[in-house]
């Protein structure tokens, strides 16, 4: 089997790998250049040393490193790495690598090689693929599975990606109230692999309901003779299928759990969820979390084609775009008071600028106060009046150093008044918002992260602009 | 022992609990008000009786679900929650709380109680806990224990919160060689309490250099008559402690490691990494990457004081600040030609603000990739390029958009054609500047995250602004 390795270990393989890479793509130029009678044998024979090389270091790897590998390289060097692994570890490559590289994988493979290297994967492996086959090759490849297994894949395939139900396997083991330690130990021996992380065995009654559970560190440590019913413990933590997987990771930080049953309604059990799982998924969201702050689809990826990244960006685009057009009309409304005084245009951006820098901070604090749930109904009054506390407070100091700075450029005394009670309003205004629009958007049922860098910026900008020309026009006109 | 709950049910007791609080202000308020002979005989046993409800609720609680309920609650009743706990649970509750809420705990709890709750801590705990003790009280703790575990404490703290050594744990189980497996059962059934989560076992010569590793699943499966050295595995992935927490934990994610064990440089084992301190570690992680991309400390807390929230934001809002004022600068440079055409001044903001939009995804995609190991020296130009592509694809139809609601404005097309090239001219700048900032600053040997975007939206402001007006100075006048 494969071994996996240190980081550093990796690494090494890795620039090898990028080399071997390097050296292909000098030797295929060459033997570009030299088509026809004139290549010369020597190269020839280079460039199959060379392939023979990759391939080498290639098939020693884990297969998630040959998936890092996959994620890593430019696309056009992915087809030649795939190439030169063997058929027999394809399928288990094409679970680790990421969903862009996986979707050009599969699209590039012929239909026949699909067929033989999924064909060796178990029905967990294809569940988890399924959505990523055509119908066709789905249904090819179900065939070779028997009922017990079809209908697994069937019903995990259901629940949706960020359910308990879609990350759950169906491997576990179980035993009996009535057997004594023993039993579990000796028919355990029988076995030829277990199901891994294994940390505790499910004690089922005949209709498979779960009575309870016998940690394995119980087994190990308990007398023999003692039957497993007398020595299993409450199940305090399982879950259903159709909940979220969130608040289940959570539960595996918060009580540091190896894996955990998933019962239906009725208690009875359906299969386990484990660490290696939610932590993959646990990763997952918080890089998706962090593009969907920017405004990008969570599954973007750095290699993904010039068109779909480009419509990928455009519903961001197209607010961002309507927002700066709305802030800028605030602006129209005030192009008088500019023409009396052009220093109101130079310093304009300065308000708005600030009130957004600051909001966003306010605005991340939230976002991981929400996902923590530290954020309880009784709480929004105390962090709303602090956060406009700290905005009074910064507004004071460093609208004073800008006023300062405006008076020693245009000399005008009420100017730099203006402009530090605009800084002030609006890094008050930006305290607000950004308190509010994560809560806004919980409310709404959707994602508090999800573009609320842009809601903000929208209020911060055209805020700024209509405090700082408003208080203009009244005061210095 | 306590019980953990499951996602629903913590959160109707996190509902009570809050129900209880808000009952106590209540008659807390009731009772100031009647202070004196006239306050009455049942108010004070409801209040009573409502302490102890609360106590109740909370005694019933897993210490991890204390912890929680202390972060989620406002500031003011977090010392009427501590002082409800039973004291026996405190120092595992203290574990496991936030850092600004342990701060707070330790530093309103009397000396005397606080000896109390920390003496019933184990040598871990106590090295988790070290940097948050004042060194007088430090001293007296760690005076209660033996020689090891002193020795122990000492090694751990000496390493840097983001290594391996401050992560790992002393707990493990090891083996010899030449053992059977049956003998490993047998010495195991003695225990009274096995380090969890326990998935190998580690085979040791007798200078404690690792050998080997024995899977637990080897153990229950193997013939118990077989030695343990013909049945172990090598040890391919193990960690030093002195290296990064975060390839560690990449590595745990990728081979689905449940423990891995730490050599020093001679191979002898000095302690074990689990799953449970690599998924704390990860999601810590994630969330102090968001709130620095904020320009925020990682370790703000919502309920952290006024002044130190206020001085944790000044380093970005000054740097903000000077960004905002040089960009301001470059406005300045066309007050003329703004003079001429006011409605310069209205558009110009628009050109800064899609510019920053975009850019900022490109950042976050660059961030990720670069977490993942995904931008090797090969594919940077690559990237480039398609971020360039994209950037020239969306400039042109957004650009033209935005050119159409101009023309329809201010009915001068020279204007609208000025206005669409600078829009196309900084979506490409912030492309490039998007792709460049994270590589320049993880070359630097900082966080590529760390103040990203502070840099990116000082480039896209003030090219914005230079190119923008630089065109209309040349084309408009």
């Known amino acids: 089997m494969f071994t996996p390795r240190s980081p550093q270990r990796l690494q090494e393989s890795l620039e090898q790998i990028a080399a071997l890479l390097d050296r292909h793509r000098v030797l295929e130029e060459l033997a570009h250049k030299q088509e026809?009678?004139?290549?010369?044998?020597?190269?020839?024979?280079?460039?199959?040393?060379?392939?023979?090389?990759?391939?080498?270091?290639?098939?020693?790897?884990?297969?998630?490193?040959?998936?890092?590998?996959?994620?890593?390289?430019?696309?056009?060097?992915?087809?030649?790495?795939?190439?030169?692994?063997?058929?027999?570890?394809?399928?288990?490559?094409?679970?680790?690598?990421?969903r862009p590289v996986r979707d050009a994988l599969l699209g590039a493979t012929p239909r026949e090689e699909l067929r033989e290297c999924l064909g060796r994967l178990?029905?967990?492996?294809?569940?988890?693929?399924?959505?990523?086959?055509?119908?066709?090759?789905?249904?090819?490849?179900?065939?070779?599975?028997?009922?017990?297994?079809?209908?697994?894949?069937?019903?995990?395939?259901?629940?949706?990606?960020?359910?308990?139900?879609?990350?759950?396997?169906?491997?576990?083991?179980?035993?009996?109230?009535?057997?004594?330690?023993?039993?579990?130990?000796?028919?355990?021996?029988?076995?030829?692999?277990?199901?891994?992380?294994?940390?505790?065995?499910?004690?089922?009654?005949?209709?498979?309901?779960?009575?309870?559970?016998?940690?394995?560190?119980?087994?190990?440590?308990g007398d023999p003779t003692a039957k497993t019913g007398d020595r299993m413990r409450p199940h305090e933590v399982f879950f259903a299928p159709e909940e979220k997987a969130e608040p289940a990771a959570r539960a595996?930080?918060?009580?540091?759990?190896?894996?955990?049953?998933?019962?239906?309604?009725?208690?009875?059990?359906?299969?386990?969820?484990?660490?290696?799982?939610?932590?993959?998924?646990?990763?997952?969201?918080?890089q998706v979390q962090a593009l969907r702050r920017a405004g990008l689809a969570g599954d973007e990826d750095l290699y993904a084609s010039l068109w779909a990244s480009a419509r990928n960006r455009w519903f961001w685009l197209a607010l961002n775009l309507v927002t700066a057009f709305l802030a800028s009309r605030v602006i129209g409304l005030f192009e008088e008071t500019i023409a009396g005084l052009l220093a109101l245009a130079t310093l304009m951006p300065i308000v708005a600028s600030i009130g957004g820098n600051t909001g966003n901070q306010t605005v991340a604090l939230m976002i991981r106060g929400l996902a923590l749930g530290q954020i309880g109904a009784g709480s929004r009054r105390a962090i709303l009046?602090?956060?406009?506390?700290?905005?009074?407070?910064?507004g004071l100091v460093w609208g004073g150093v800008l006023a300062f700075l405006a008076l020693l450029l245009y000399r005008s005394l009420s100017l730099s008044l203006v402009l530090s009670a605009a800084v002030l309003l609006n890094l008050m205004v930006a305290a607000a918002v950004g308190v509010a629009t994560p809560l806004l958007l919980q409310r709404l049922g959707r994602d508090p992260a999800q573009g609320s860098s842009v809601l903000l910026t929208f209020t911060t900008d055209g805020m700024g602009f209509f405090i700082f020309l408003g208080l203009a026009k009244a005061f210095l006109t």
């Open 122 to 221: 178990d029905a967990e492996d294809l569940a988890y693929l399924s959505d990523a086959l055509d119908p066709e090759l789905r249904l090819e490849v179900f065939r070779g599975l028997d009922e017990g297994d079809l209908s697994w894949v069937r019903s995990s395939t259901l629940y949706p990606a960020d359910t308990v139900g879609h990350l759950m396997v169906q491997e576990y083991v179980t035993a009996r109230e009535d057997q004594p330690l023993a039993a579990i130990l000796e028919s355990l021996r029988g076995q030829a692999g277990l199901p891994r992380p294994l940390d505790q065995i499910y004690v089922v009654d005949g209709r498979n309901v779960l009575r309870g559970l016998l940690p394995l560190e119980d087994l190990l440590t």
């Open 385 to 394: 009046r602090k956060e406009l506390a700290v905005a009074l407070l910064n």
């Open 36 to 98: 026809g009678p004139n290549r010369e044998l020597l190269e020839v024979l280079q460039h199959r040393q060379n392939l023979a090389d990759l391939r080498h270091r290639l098939r020693g790897l884990h297969p998630a490193d040959a998936a890092f590998v996959l994620d890593a390289v430019p696309p056009e060097d992915r087809l030649l790495i795939w190439g030169q692994l063997d058929p027999a570890t394809r399928g288990d490559v094409l679970l680790e690598v990421s």
């Open 252 to 286: 595996f930080e918060r009580y540091d759990l190896v894996s955990a049953p998933v019962l239906d309604e009725r208690g009875k059990l359906l299969g386990r969820l484990t660490v290696d799982a939610v932590m993959d998924f646990v990763r997952e969201q918080s």
